[in-house]
């Protein structure tokens, strides 16, 4: 979600597996940022398993993402609590209210209007575990997109399975009235069948076949899905292979180049600071994950002032005003 | 690519392309038995038997040797899998007649890349995703040997050089030597980083 000045302000944070450290990258991500000087906002987007606020050492909080769904409160900037870390403001998620862990999508709408609204220069979206279409959605919805992983296979198997979901999601959205492309895009999902498309250059080479426009739609959507690769837990070198596993599998089969953004070394001080509930512990110097957190957020903040250029188009931010907010929505980066 | 939805049983087709000798426990004579890929693991397969009448008691072949025969496609050389048989299933309505598992010996990566292409269920992008992890996972102590060469290879270089511009004239000739083992073993780990991208592409 570009703002007015072409600068990305909405980075989610996702990945698919459990456990792998989105929440606390999260908050490291926003403690480097605000160390930067940047007002950040963090959210908990986590519908139905909300710990971010424990992590920061808030146990019970005021107002969540709950009151603002349920129109309790009808600004989400009223929901935002003031943290004890200066220059970070948290959303809490909402945990107790088995509705709100699945928004319709006028709630969804409504929440991703006003996050745009929100008064910081960065907005930080934890994503929860899974591929549900609500995080998915949030996930594409978002400018700055970085995919979270460990070294770990299944991790490495999720996150892979995390992107290709969210690409597909996306696809299914964009072609949402095209029946041919839908499709064939489901076809590709009958492997070891003669005419499966397996990889989304046979999709494009069918396509082009087909209709040169069509090709064209789906070359820029490919386009958009631009996003970063994050691997968390480094202990070895041997770690630092994962992001290139994940980069070739998504250029052969995928059609699409994810950058990596940089590792978080293993530290075994961030289990200290989440068993003391004390986010203080990751201010500290000598942090090696905190080292790591303030490369990657010099480079977000970077990344953040480089906005992607549409393919093959130029100046398409006054068009996209009159453009349905569905389609809006699933094409991020051409504003 | 994926669909999430289960899939039928994997076959493979054609001509026997995977062969189970296992030795028989009467005469000792080895028995060369067509069998299907069902699952693979790093060290692990599963095997499907269409006709497992050939071996009377396979529930006495557990924890036994056997040799998986892996016929090369296009003629390429047959590669011959060590393993022990783990465990013997006999399959209900709908399923192999025998299912074995196999605890493979030190598999190579040619091996596992031959199974995983038997396997016809499996999507083309996974198969991708699990063929570039094995290769990372790969001599992680060639992969640390390299890095150290090239470490020494650097520090000689700089050596070398150092004789040759600060050392006695009678020192030039140790520097050459230095300065070219330097040069050496920094060009090995260029080249090994060139062909490792190479072969992933």
Known sequence: ?335 | MTSGHPKPEAVTTGSPALMLEVADLEDKTPRLIPVLIQNLSMGGVTLAVTNPGVITDWDRHRGRDCVLRLAGPGGQETINIKGKISWSKFGGVGQPPLSLGLQMARPPSEALKRLSNLLSHTSQDIKGLWDRYDQAQENPASSQLVHHCYIAGLMLLIGGLAFQFAGSPSYKMFGWVLWFLGSLGIAGKVMRSYWQKRGSQ
């Open chain 1, 1 to 335: 979600m570009p703002t007015s000045s072409n600068r990305i302000k909405l980075w989610s944070i996702g990945g698919g597996k459990g456990g792998i450290g989105k929440s606390l990258v999260t908050l490291g991500l926003g403690v480097s940022l605000a160390r930067l000087g940047k007002r950040v906002i963090l959210i908990d987007g986590d519908l139905g398993g909300a710990n971010l606020h424990t992590l920061m050492g808030v146990r019970y909080p005021h107002v969540t993402l709950e009151h603002f769904l349920t129109k309790k409160v009808a600004r989400l900037e009223d929901t935002i609590i003031e943290t004890s870390i200066e220059g970070i403001g948290l959303i809490c998620g909402a945990d107790d209210l088995l509705g709100s862990a699945n928004p319709t999508f006028t709630q969804k709408i409504r929440l991703l209007h006003q996050i745009e609204e929100l008064p910081a220069q960065y907005v930080l979206f934890d994503q929860g575990a899974g591929t549900s279409f609500n995080t998915l959605d949030f996930f594409n919805f978002s400018g700055g997109k970085i995919a979270l992983f460990t070294s770990q296979a299944t991790s490495i198997q999720n996150a892979y399975g995390f992107i290709k979901s969210a690409l597909y999601r996306k696809l299914s959205r964009d072609f949402a009235k095209d029946d041919e492309i839908l499709q064939l895009l489901y076809r590709g999902g009958d492997a070891g069948t003669e005419n499966s498309l397996n990889t989304i250059q046979d999709l494009l080479n069918h396509i082009k076949e087909v209709s040169l426009e069509k090709h064209a739609r789906l070359t820029q959507a490919l386009w958009d899905f631009h996003l970063f690769l994050v691997v968390n837990m480094v202990r070895s070198n041997a770690d630092l292979k994962s992001p290139e596993i994940i980069q070739t599998v998504c250029r052969d089969f995928l059609n699409i180049q994810p950058d990596t953004m940089g590792h978080i070394p293993f530290d075994a001080g961030v289990e200290a600071a989440i068993s003391q509930i004390v986010p203080f512990l990751l201010h500290q110097k000598k942090s090696k994950a905190m080292a790591g957190l303030d490369q990657i957020a010099l480079r977000l903040v970077r990344q953040s002032r480089l906005p992607r250029l549409a393919w093959g188009r130029t100046g398409e931010a006054a068009e996209e005003e009159g453009l349905p907010l569905d389609t809006i929505m699933t094409h991020p980066s051409r504003s």
